[in-house]
């Protein structure tokens, strides 16, 4: 076989452009590249990193929390994080809004404001077009791209969050050519930025993690997810939140960071007094059980059923423990809600709940005021 010829004579005997290509023998016996991370083993250094999760988790919130931590080295969620310059654009939120919030991520973080000073960089949208790119007949760069260009040449950012997709995309977030073009135009900022972009969507309403075309999970190498913590035997903790990596293509997916909203930011429960975080689950838990007991008890009176506080077959907390209203709670918290709901006035024993047309009266537990 005739030895391969060069790549230069290659280049002089075609007149069409060729493409540079690399040639592995180059990097014999130099050493691997480390990998880099805004945040340590969450969000790259370099490239796009795309956020979702449920409506009014707290996206926005810790994008810029995110920001926050970058731009002073302060450790985010418990993770080491590198120091650099960083923006959070939103086109959701007014200047009030980011100031409420960088005062209350502040005060989590042990930070002022002085501490910020040319290192995080806020800019609100609000009321005027947030789109960076449009995608018709042809792909129009829009003056905000430019904007950012060049306020990231004049400010030196190295990472920066986006919020949110709805508003930054002006094309079908369905079409696979337009979301992978679009997610391009992000790269390349953090290109200009040699940094990271954050990006933050939406799930769709199926329930699906993102909405739109798998593009979205295809042209991203990070996808990160946001939500509440899951039930556990019944219960829920309204403050808590999970972060998890739905697609990492540099590490094992899958592994969650488990955290609270507390005063306006997220902490973890490690940073907070023991005695607090045991107050607000047993507070947590009580409301839950409350509330679970009276839907129980509600579902019960329209399925013509009477339910009692007196032990036997029809005893509320062994009945609702048993309906799929319970999801879980045990009769032991339906025990408890049930003399804490007849203590506070909440429900009444003995009292009507059916009648029938033979005039026979069913009574049992009802809520206060309920009538026939």
């Known amino acids: 076989m005739a030895a391969p010829r060069s790549l230069d004579a290659i280049q002089r005997a075609v007149v069409r452009p060729c493409l540079a290509t690399i040639n592995p023998s180059i990097w014999e016996g130099l050493e691997l590249p480390k990998r880099h991370w805004l945040i340590d083993q969450w969000i790259l250094a370099k490239g796009t990193t795309y956020l979702t999760g449920k ?14 931590a970058a731009a002073v080295g302060k450790p985010f969620l418990g993770q080491p994080v590198k120091r650099v310059r960083a923006a959070y654009i939103t086109a959701e939120d007014d200047v009030e809004e980011l100031h409420r919030r960088q005062s209350a991520i502040n005060d989590a973080l042990g930070i002022t404001m002085t501490d910020l000073d040319g290192w995080l960089h806020l800019v609100s949208l609000k009321g005027r077009s947030a789109a960076l790119v449009s995608f018709g007949v042809e792909t129009t760069i829009l003056p905000l791209f430019e904007e950012i260009a060049g306020m990231i040449e004049v400010t030196g950012i190295e990472a920066m969050a986006l919020d949110n997709v709805a508003h930054l995309l002006a094309g079908n977030e369905n079409d696979r050519y337009v979301v992978s073009a679009f997610i391009g135009k992000c790269d390349r900022l953090a290109e200009m930025m040699n940094g990271s972009v954050l990006l933050i969507g939406h799930p769709n309403k199926a329930g699906d993690e993102f909405s739109g075309s798998t593009a979205w999970e295809n042209a991203v190498r990070s996808r990160l997810y946001m939500d509440t913590a899951s039930e556990r035997d019944g219960y829920t903790d309204p403050d808590s939140r999970t972060l998890s990596r739905s697609k990492f293509n540099y590490g094992p997916k899958g592994e969650a960071l488990t955290f ?22 047993h507070a947590a838990a009580i409301v839950q059980e409350n509330d679970r007991f009276l839907e129980c008890l509600d579902a019960s009176i329209a399925q013509g059923r009477n339910v009692s506080h007196a032990v036997g077959s029809n005893n509320a907390p062994k009945v609702f423990a048993s309906m799929p209203e319970s999801r879980g709670m045990p009769k032991e918290a339906f025990e408890r809600a049930l003399n804490r709901l007849l203590s506070l006035g909440v429900i009444e024993a003995n009292k009507p709940v059916q009648k029938y047309s033979n005039r026979t009266v069913k009574y049992g537990l009802v809520r206060a005021g309920y009538t026939l």
Not at 55 to 68: E, N
Not at 261 to 281: Q, R, T
């Open 55 to 68: 409506g009014s988790v707290g996206k926005s919130l810790i994008a810029q929390q995110a920001m926050t």
């Open 260 to 281: 609270r909203w507390h005063k306006g930011a997220f902490v973890c429960d490690n940073e907070l007094p023991s005695d607090y975080v045991a107050e607000m689950a």
